[in-house]
């Protein structure tokens, strides 16, 4: 039996959406998605409002809403609250250091920095439709250079400040981008990150870059080529701070990212201007029941979609106030999270899983010495979260009151897609909620087959467009057609799978490549994890399959422990009891291998295709390792490895 946790009173009181309304909302964007889109465009403020809502097909693809609408996505997110209250707190923003001051920029401010970068970047030959090429840290000037392309009708390319010079020279390349706008140097866990130095050493590989603009932020000494970098701070005082904003069609590009890289070679995913800022506007304020005056909190970084959608583009359309953060979880302290929030009075606070499992790792004390009281609202996105974890995040940080939104969505859909709303839905510790308004989940099978009714699971597809829609791959349609839309014909297909539990909610099972196959069994890599993480002595693990003579396939498990475990036989017999009696035997993994740490991505996932690898003594040829974290630990996992 599953714990579920019913709405709260605080959690309904004066909610956006209540039960009712969900089921009124989801029905009429399903049922009729004409009206219920017309309904929404308000939202935005427009140059030309829209007559065409959604305007798809998936075969051949071609997706397109609001076609016939112009707007300036950087007006919807400035202007318009800079208008009716220029001192409105658009970003607090907090640095790596603790002692460094907090800087607070307005709606005003913010409109004034992005008008005078706009014309910066105007003045170095950036026009409308070229790719900007962002790589910054945690700092209100990453946003500002996001909205000062979006001001321009510029296309920008956001690469996160912790990849290597060959990642962003791969996708400076990629997207043919021959602008950049970087800081001398970042921040985090009170190590310099020499941002600058890679640029210029991607610059060496990929030499089509014209022009670099370059932020002040730690005082490093950096190189500056003369002709094609200058200092922002130099230019600043000499452009204005007005900007007529290019009016832009609804279906031009607005930006490109690159996914995580958890599964390949990172794909460019498009989206386009009206589409996805509605979506990003329509998901933030409903999911997070965002209301006036609150303090927002995104720990990601920027360079995910999820600082693109949760950071800038969906608070700031919504005219909230958000906190950008530039450090780690765990320096100085591993209190650090906890202590910010108590320091701002955050209100609502979004993180991943795997930042959860760090901090748990800890223990409760960090968590217990800080007054988080102003928190409302507490959300995770990123991975499946273990029930585990759910459950400490919601006793522990939530004091057993507050609702959790864990969200599924991906780049590619621009936002959140399913999630229990707070004031609508029972949570349970694991699972993904329901869809939003307008989103039609499916599980099929191998065969493309539906498969009906609840307490079923397969490969989860999407059979309806939605506004946030990724519309390509940039450069690469081909790539984007046979991704998405090739395996089940005229479906969107996630590459996740899913289970549709006994009450209709939807809990994501894993990646459908890292399904493994017991016997004939299939089990998600997540149900094995959760089992894992259940135990007391655990605090992460990964599973994955390797070639079994006689069952198909085995399950190898990586495991690390909580600070201050220490490993055993007895200890790994222990855990494989712990699988057995929460799943059962056929579970039972045949290798357990303690690791002090795993391999991510730059955004905290796990890498399970390496461990794959590693497992089935593969290790010569791991693919793609762009976007892993940590090389090291690689090797280490290698040198370790039990299945010789
Ligand atoms: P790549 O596509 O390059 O392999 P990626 O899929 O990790 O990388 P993202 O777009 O950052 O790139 O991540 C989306 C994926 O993250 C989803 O498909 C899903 O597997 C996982 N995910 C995100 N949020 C959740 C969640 N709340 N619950 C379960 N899984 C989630
Ligand atoms: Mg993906």
Same mark, same amino acid.
């Given at each position: 039996m599953d714990d579920i946790y019913p709405v709260s009173a605080a959690a309904a009181a004066g909610t956006r959406c209540d039960a009712a309304t969900y089921a009124a909302m989801h029905g009429q964007a399903l049922a009729d998605p004409d009206?219920?889109?017309?309904?929404?465009?308000?939202r935005l403020q427009w140059v030309r409002k829209p007559r065409v809502m959604g305007n798809w097909r998936w075969d051949p693809?071609?997706? +397109?809403?609001?076609?016939?609408?112009?707007?300036?996505?950087?007006?919807?997110c400035l202007d318009r609250w800079a208008a009716a209250d220029p001192e409105r707190l658009a970003i607090i923003w907090e640095a790596d250091d603790p002692a460094v001051p907090n800087r607070r920029l307005s709606y005003g401010e913010l409109l004034g920095?992005?008008? +005078?970068?706009?014309?910066?970047?105007?003045?170095?030959?950036?026009?409308r439709g070229d790719r900007v090429t962002i790589t910054m840290p945690m700092i209100p000037e990453a946003a500002v250079a996001m909205l000062a392309c979006a001001r321009l009708g510029a296309v920008h390319s956001v690469v996160f400040g912790g990849f290597s010079p060959e990642a962003i020279a791969g996708r400076i390349a990629d997207a043919d981008s021959r602008f950049v706008v970087t800081a001398d140097a970042g921040m985090r866990g009170g190590k310099v990150v020499p941002l600058k130095a890679h640029v210029d050493a991607a610059l060496a590989i990929e030499p089509r870059v014209a022009a670099v603009l370059v932020v002040r932020h730690s005082g490093a000494e950096v190189a500056m080529v003369p002709g094609r970098d200058r200092w922002w701070h130099?230019?600043?005082?000499?452009?204005?701070k007005v900007s007529p904003p290019e009016p832009m069609g609804a279906e031009d590009p607005l930006f490109i990212l690159y996914t995580s890289g958890s599964t390949g070679k990172p794909k460019g995913v498009l989206h386009t201007q009206a589409g996805y800022l509605l979506w990003a506007n329509l998901t933030f304020e409903t999911v997070f029941d965002y209301r006036a005056g609150e303090l927002f909190w995104c720990t990601a970084d920027v360079g995910w979609v999820t600082g693109h959608s949760y950071i800038v583009y969906g608070p700031l359309s919504a005219g909230a106030t958000v906190l950008m953060f530039e450090g780690v979880p765990t320096w100085p302290e591993v209190d650090r999270f906890w202590a910010v929030v108590a320091k701002h009075k955050v209100n609502i606070f979004y993180t991943a899983p795997t930042a959860l499992r760090s901090l748990m790792r800890e223990g409760e004390a960090p968590v217990e010495r800080h007054d988080l009281s102003s928190l409302r609202l507490l959300g995770t996105v990123g991975e499946p979260i273990n029930p585990e974890a759910w459950r400490w995040y919601h006793r522990v940080v939530g004091k057993g009151r507050l609702p959790i939104v864990d969200t599924w969505w991906q780049t590619e859909t621009g936002g959140a897609m399913m999630t229990p709303?707070?004031?609508?839905?029972?949570?349970?510790?694991?699972?993904?909620?329901?869809?939003f308004f307008g989103v039609a989940p499916a599980l099929v099978d191998a065969d493309g087959r539906f498969i009906e009714g609840n307490d079923v699971s397969g490969n989860l597809v999407l059979t309806a467009s939605w506004p946030g829609q990724a519309r390509t791959v940039y450069g690469d349609h081909q790539r984007f057609v046979e991704t998405y839309f090739t395996a089940y014909h005229g479906l969107y297909f996630t590459g996740d799978g899913a289970r549709r539990d006994a009450d209709g909610q939807w809990w994501i099972t894993g990646r459908v490549d890292d399904v493994i196959n017991v016997s004939g069994h299939r089990l998600g890599t997540a149900e094995v994890e959760s089992a894992l993480v259940g135990h007391a002595a655990v605090a992460e693990a990964a599973v994955v399959g390797f070639p079994h003579d006689i069952k198909g396939q085995g399950i190898y498990a990586y495991v690390t422990l909580k600070a201050g475990v220490e490993g055993s036989d007895a200890l790994v017999a222990d855990l494989r009891a712990e699988v057995r009696r929460s799943i059962g035997p056929i579970a039972s993994p045949d290798h357990i291998h303690l690791t002090p740490a795993l391999p991510k991505t730059r955004s905290g996932k796990i890498m399970r295709r390496i461990l794959r690898k590693i497992a089935e003594n593969?290790?010569?040829?791991?693919?793609?390792?762009s976007t892993l974290a940590d090389p090291a630990v690689v090797e280490a996992l290698v040198a370790g490895r039990l299945n010789r």
């Open positions: 009206t219920f889109w017309r309904g929404q465009v308000d693809v071609n997706i +397109r809403w609001f076609e016939d609408g112009v707007l300036n996505v950087s007006v919807n920095e992005t008008c +005078r970068m706009a014309n910066a970047l105007a003045d170095m030959g950036v026009r130099e230019v600043r005082g000499g452009v204005a709303l707070p004031g609508a839905h029972p949570a349970k510790p694991g699972a993904a909620g329901f869809p593969e290790h010569g040829s791991l693919g793609d390792v």
